[in-house]
């Protein structure tokens, strides 16, 4: 199928309150556009050379996110124009974030990373660190930074008993921590293969990479 009946069926397919956002690594510069002509505007990057390269040749209505692990020493490429970062898991990278962002006189969009998963390869906060980051003296010090919400992915397994186990211990702690901080507001979490299940559990934005583009080469 065309990647303008995939993006179609997709977005019939989830609720009005939760982004789509189209994971266009690795994918060409042709197939981004098939999707842009269909109206999505939200595509997602997990590598800063591609990202920054697409986000010259491309339409600048597009609003990139950054979906990948980001290393501190990378922030500066992205800075410029990155919409949401989405993998920020050390204060470390929050300082980053913010004295990059205040160097091009923005405030750069950031969900903090929780490590939900049984693999040890997923980075990200514990419950504890991130309820003690944000309510931390140095966080509310950053002033270029808009943390939004929260963002975590699931254990790559068929066992659907436990990925739901995993989206709904993310989801407890984003509802605890929005009741707290209201401009909390996005809870990403959800791929091609399980966004369905994330979405009954409360997403708010899925990453939809292969059911849009087809498999990766």
Not at 127 to 151: A, D, H, P, R, Y
Not at 174 to 184: A, Y
Request: glycine share 6%; with cysteine; proline share 2%.
């Amino acid at each position: 199928m065309s990647i303008t009946t995939n993006l179609k069926q997709i977005q019939l397919a989830i609720p009005e309150n939760v982004t789509l956002v189209a994971v266009s690594k690795t994918k060409p510069n042709e197939a981004i556009l098939e999707a842009y002509q269909t109206g999505q505007r939200i595509f997602g990057e997990n590598k800063v050379q591609e990202l920054t390269d697409k986000f010259e040749s491309l339409p600048k209505d597009i609003e990139w996110h950054m979906i990948g692990h980001l290393q501190s020493n990378k922030v500066k490429y992205i800075a410029p124009f990155v919409s949401l970062i989405h993998g920020v898991d050390s204060f470390k990278l929050l300082k980053e974030i913010n004295k990059r962002a205040a160097q091009n006189n923005r405030t750069i969009n950031c969900l903090l990373q929780i490590h939900i998963a049984e693999e040890e390869t997923k980075f990200g906060f514990d419950s504890t660190e991130v309820t003690e980051l944000i309510e931390s003296e140095k966080f509310k010090g950053l002033q270029n930074v808009n943390v939004i919400g929260l963002m975590g992915m699931a254990t790559f397994t068929d066992n659907e008993a436990q990925i739901k186990k995993e989206f709904s211990s993310l989801q407890t702690l984003f509802t605890k921590l929005k009741n707290q901080h209201p401009k909390l507001n996005t809870l990403s979490m959800g791929m091609s293969g399980d966004y369905q299940l994330a979405i009954e559990c409360g997403s708010t934005m899925i990453r939809v990479g292969s059911s849009i583009f087809g498999n990766r080469n």
